[in-house]
Antibody, heavy 121, light 110 residues
Framework: QVQLQESGPGLVKPSETLSLTCTVS????????WSWIRQPPGKGLEWIGY???????NYNPSLKSRVTISRDTSKNQFSLRLNSMTAADTALYYC???????????????WGQGTMVTVSS | QSALTQPASVSGSPGQSITISCTGT?????????VSWYQHHPDTAPKLIIY???NRPSGVPDRFSGSKSGNTASLTISRLQAEDEADYYC??????????FGGGTKLTVL
């Protein structure tokens, strides 16, 4: 079955750029919508954005100016870049697949285990 | 864009039913049938339990049901079991083409 695994640094300095990668196994990223979602400690979930297999992206307006989601089809991976990091960006970051194969449902049926990112000098 | 409004906590005894509400606006819950619900146990990934307001993914027990009226969606869990104790989140597609989550509800099984 399809599995997702996040990877990246656990610690980022303020003002620096976060780069995370999600490796998809058991299936291809050349279909479906692929999202990043985060959860600050003790808080709720926040959708960051998605990448469609065609390369189309869509971002949360609150983060749009700082976010880029891209893909590497040869490695079956998609990535998140979030620049100008602050303490408010400290969170557990998940990658997830939307269950809608041809259109975005906003229903995430497969999730990675999440990777904790702390912003601190 | 504020989060969808959920009660911070609900509780119930085994065998009982509980309902968690999720209130949005006419720009999200009220205008789209793309409302989802997730069950989140500590140290695990969230699990999709309801999509498109009332559909259950394969493997989700029929004790879990969803509905919507106006700007408010609801998740009902019938015949509560101890393993249902978790955080529950709703989400909705919005008119600005992004996904908005609720603040989460902690379910305690007494």
């Amino acid at each position: 079955q399809v599995q997702l695994q996040e990877s990246g640094p656990g610690l980022v300095k303020p003002s620096e750029t976060l780069s995370l990668t999600c490796t998809v196994s058991g299936g291809s990223i050349s279909s479906f919508y692929w999202s990043w979602i985060r959860q600050p400690p003790g808080k709720g979930l926040e959708w960051i954005g998605y990448l469609y297999y065609s390369g189309t992206t869509n971002y949360n307006p609150s983060l749009k100016s700082r976010v880029t989601i891209s893909r590497d089809t040869s490695k079956n991976q998609f990535s998140l870049r979030l620049n100008s990091m602050t303490a408010a960006d400290t969170a557990l970051y998940y990658c997830a697949r939307d269950s809608g194969k041809y259109y975005f449902l906003g229903a995430f049926d497969i999730w990675g285990q999440g990777t904790m990112v702390t912003v601190s000098s | 864009q504020s989060a969808l409004t959920q009660p911070a906590s609900v509780s119930g005894s085994p065998g009982q039913s509980i309902t968690i509400s999720c209130t949005g606006t006419s720009s999200d819950v009220g205008n789209y049938n793309y409302v989802s619900w997730y069950q989140h146990h500590p140290d695990t990934a969230p699990k999709l339990i309801i999509y498109e307001v009332s559909n259950r993914p394969s493997g989700v027990p029929d004790r879990f049901s969803g509905s919507k009226s106006g700007n408010t969606a609801s998740l009902t869990i019938s015949r509560l079991q101890a393993e249902d104790e978790a955080d529950y989140y709703c989400s909705s597609y919005t008119s600005s083409s992004y996904v908005l989550f609720g603040g989460g509800t902690k379910l305690t099984v007494l």
